[in-house]
């Protein structure tokens, strides 16, 4: 049979393939696909900005260097989407592909990793040409599978993920908090926001306020943590007047993945000293400061993004966000209703959809 995996630029050279597990079949029988051998599950896209189709796919070949994963746990987040969209700075995804920049499961196959050991794994689905996690299997790089050793349930992990990494290395590495520094989060609903309200209880800030959208982002918010939640207006004279009274004084450190009149706001109560780390525009990708405001207490705007961390760094963060005070609410669906999932994520749910590939 013609190898379907061939074509592929990043499987250079296969190791040899595990073996097969299900029986031979063809076809389509009562709305059931049938698999063929060598292939399995998995969401698969086909055109871009459009969701993924559950279907029977080719099962990853994983190339030298590579580790096959039997996925657990798969989450769908904001940069699957957007690298599915074939209009972001990713350019347009090569189709079909199987998303999913992240994901947990256990190894089933390589020569880097213990056979049956529980990992999580990144991938680079949607950004280079190869498949991702929203499968029953997936091939990757050796590099980017990391050991798991913690009490929390694959989807608890597999929802922390990227968020957690992010909203750790805002704090610890981009913004160098000190115990005992006041930390505001924005878009404090969100995983990352949850994550980073997480973070700051687990590294002993002095006290921790979230700003995000009244309803069920404020009641996220609240679960993961916060002394107090701030409702989101987009007025920035007022939020600013909110923000005060809430951090009872000026803020050492802002984690802000929304950017926009949350930022602006967030900015004038800056502590001297005080750091804003950008990692996100859910609500704009425009902000404006202050000179003064900003000079006047030598006070910091930095960016953030995970793409620059190093696997050790990744790796490390990953295993101190899944180990600390960290939870992101989230649902788990059938890897069969991944559409599903990636419709409820496209319009802002607000909890983070898991596929369960055994679900
Ligand atoms: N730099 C990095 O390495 C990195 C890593 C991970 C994520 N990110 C980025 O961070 C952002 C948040 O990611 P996430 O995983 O937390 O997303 P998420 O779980 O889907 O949450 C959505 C976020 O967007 C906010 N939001 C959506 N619509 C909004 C609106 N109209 N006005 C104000 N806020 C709005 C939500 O605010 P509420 O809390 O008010 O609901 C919430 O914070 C995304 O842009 C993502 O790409 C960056």
Do not use: K
Not at 81 to 102: D, E, I, K, M, N
Not at 145 to 163: H, K, N, R, T
Not at 246 to 257: E, H, I, K, R
């Amino acid at each position: 049979m013609e190898d379907p995996t061939a074509s592929r630029p990043s499987r250079a050279r296969a190791r040899p393939r595990p073996e097969a597990r299900r029986e031979p079949a063809s076809g389509e029988e009562d709305g059931v696909l049938l698999l063929q051998r060598g292939h399995s599950y998995a969401a698969v896209l086909h055109t871009p900005g459009e969701p993924p189709a559950y279907r029977p796919h080719p099962d990853p070949v994983p190339a030298v260097g590579q580790t096959l994963v039997r996925v657990t746990a798969a989450p769908v987040v904001p940069l699957d989407l957007l690298c599915a969209s074939g209009t972001s700075y990713f350019g347009r995804p090569a189709v079909p592909y199987v998303p999913g920049v992240q994901g947990v499961g256990v190894v089933a196959d390589s020569a880097a990793h213990p056979t049956g050991a529980r990992v999580w794994f990144a991938t680079a689905a949607g950004t280079a040409p190869g498949d991702g996690s929203q499968a029953e299997r997936c091939a990757v790089a050796d590099g980017d599978v990391v050991p798991l050793d913690v009490e929390l349930p694959d989807p608890a992990v597999a929802a922390i993920g990227l968020s957690g990494v992010a909203a750790w290395m805002a704090l610890t590495w981009r913004a160098q908090l000190r115990p005992g520094e006041r930390v505001l989060v924005l878009g404090a609903g969100g995983a990352v926001g949850q994550a980073a309200i997480g973070a700051a209880r687990s590294l002993d800030a002095g006290r921790v306020v979230a700003v995000c959208r009244p309803g069920p982002s404020a009641e996220r918010a609240a679960r993961a943590g916060a002394d107090e939640v701030v409702p989101l207006t987009e007025d920035v004279d007022e939020l600013a007047r909110r923000l005060a009274r809430a951090c009872g004084g000026d803020v050492d450190v802002v984690v802000d993945p929304v950017f926009g009149a949350a930022a602006t706001a967030a900015s004038r109560v800056l502590a001297p000293g005080g750091r804003l780390v950008n990692l996100g525009g859910a609500s704009g990708d425009t902000a404006r400061f202050s000179s003064a405001v900003l000079r006047s207490r030598s006070a910091s705007v930095l960016g953030y993004t995970n793409n620059a961390l190093t696997g050790e760094q990744r790796a490390a963060a990953l295993a101190c966000a899944a180990a600390g005070r960290l939870a992101v609410d989230h649902e788990l669906l059938p890897l069969s209703r991944a559409a599903e999932g990636w419709a409820r994520t496209a319009a802002g749910a607000g909890r983070r959809v898991v596929l369960s590939p055994g679900g």
